[in-house]
């Protein structure tokens, strides 16, 4: 059944902002290149595109041409401010950008274990505001949330987790209450790391794999044929909780203690550098943990420390555990180390577990460190901000 003239029309809009999104900005012809639509078609969308305030001109061509030199239309970026969350137990980091994406203000800040409910929301939400306004940003259209924890796939609201602080909760709401006319939706802190290295690090290539999360806690993000997969309650990729060998006993519903989280979390790898004689000066704000394995790494680099090499070796037997069981599941060809273990691990924590996966696995999986660095999870969040923003105003993409 063909479609009808208006939804061909939304149809070639959205064609035509995608390919200014993607290319930048494009003339009439380029456009009509591109899209492969007639003259009077292209001309009628710029023109219905440029009076709803979606596009503009934003100079002229420099192709050498007779007469003058034709018109460059781009998407009006001031037409939506975007802010991006990432939340943790220590802290929070925002950032500010336009409706492209361009990061136009960033702000951080420490929140302290002591700090109450009330103040700690404060805090967060006065962070938000003072990003907005070096920004120039005047309203937020969309706010974009990564936090630890598990979100309620029926509500989008984050769940009550063991271990995390209350003001998490509420800042969600908080943020609302503040900016009544923005959309505010939070995700979890590893899918939004496994969606920014899909689509611009270390999984690029791949529509399937799973990105192991190693930090102060433990967990995994499933990508499968391109798409995150949450879980009927959320919580897929929950492997903290995972009952592996090496522990005093077995997890419960409410406490991963004794699961993958006691051999390969930051204070397991903590008391295991301790025990192999590896030390390091914390630095900033990253679990001790990361700076220790980061250390080993600079060591064992030369090949003069055998205790760091030792050490590597003994977290990759760890680690290995809770990837051969992810593997031997979902089959996703694809493993990448991330979280502030995985990236101070690099390459030689990645092939030391490509090699032990390989002995224990048929399945052939390549294991790759992430190459997003600390930002990974504020860039899923600009994301996702970005891409509701866009089907907001452009209309949702044709499926």
């Given amino acids: ?44 969308l710029v023109e219905r595109l440029t009076v709803s305030g979606l596009i503009e001109v934003a100079g002229e061509s420099g192709e050498q041409r007779r007469g003058p030199n034709a018109k460059l239309y781009g998407i009006v970026a001031e037409r939506a401010y975007l802010a991006a969350l990432d939340v943790r137990t220590e802290g929070v980091a925002v950032l500010v950008s336009d409706l492209l994406g361009r990061v136009l203000a960033e702000a951080s800040g420490p929140i302290d ?10 805090q967060a939400v006065s962070l938000v505001e003072r990003a907005a ?10 706010v974009g949330i990564g936090a630890p924890g598990l979100i309620d796939p029926a509500g989008g609201e984050l769940r009550d987790s063991m271990g995390l602080p209350e003001w998490h909760r509420r800042l969600m709401a908080a943020l609302q209450e503040k900016f009544p006319e923005a959309r505010v939706g939070v995700e979890n802190e590893t899918n939004l790391a496994a969606l920014a290295e899909q689509r611009d690090g270390a999984a690029r290539d791949r529509d399937t794999f799973v990105l192991l999360w190693l930090g102060l806690g433990i967990g ?9 997969r949450r879980g009927v309650s959320g919580g897929a990729g929950e492997i903290g909780f995972m009952p592996v060998p090496g522990t005093a006993g077995l997890p419960s519903a409410t406490d991963c203690d004794g699961g993958f989280h006691s051999v390969a979390g930051a204070a397991a790898v903590t008391a295991l550098a301790a025990e192999h004689g590896v030390t390091a000066r914390p630095t900033g704000p990253e679990p001790h943990a990361a700076a220790l394995v980061r250390e080993a790494v600079r060591r064992s680099s030369t090949g003069a420390d055998p205790a760091a090499e030792r050490f590597l070796d003994a977290l990759a037997d760890r680690v290995v555990l809770g990837a051969a ?21 690099t390459d030689a924590l990645a092939d030391r577990v490509q090699r032990r996966l390989t002995r224990m696995s048929p399945l052939a999986t390549e294991v790759r460190p992430s190459t997003l660095g600390g930002g990974a999870v504020l860039r899923g969040a600009l994301l ?10 452009f209309g949702p993409p044709e499926r």
């Fill in 384 to 393: 996702t901000a970005r891409d509701r923003a866009q089907d907001d105003l």
């Fill in 220 to 228: 995994a993000a499933v990508v499968l044929d391109g798409t995150l």
């Fill in 325 to 345: 069981a992810v593997v031997s599941v979902l089959d996703p060809g694809c493993l990448v180390l991330a979280g502030e273990i995985g990236r101070a691990g």
């Fill in 1 to 44: 059944m063909p479609a009808s003239p208006s939804t061909a029309r939304a149809i070639n809009d959205r064609l035509a902002l995608h390919l200014l999104q993607q290319e930048g900005p494009l003339t009439a012809g380029q456009l009509k290149q591109l899209t492969g639509l007639s003259r009077p078609t292209v001309a009628d």
């Fill in 113 to 122: 274990d002591h700090t109450g409910t009330g103040p700690a929301v404060e």
């Fill in 133 to 142: 306004k070096e920004a120039g940003a005047d309203r937020l259209h969309t």
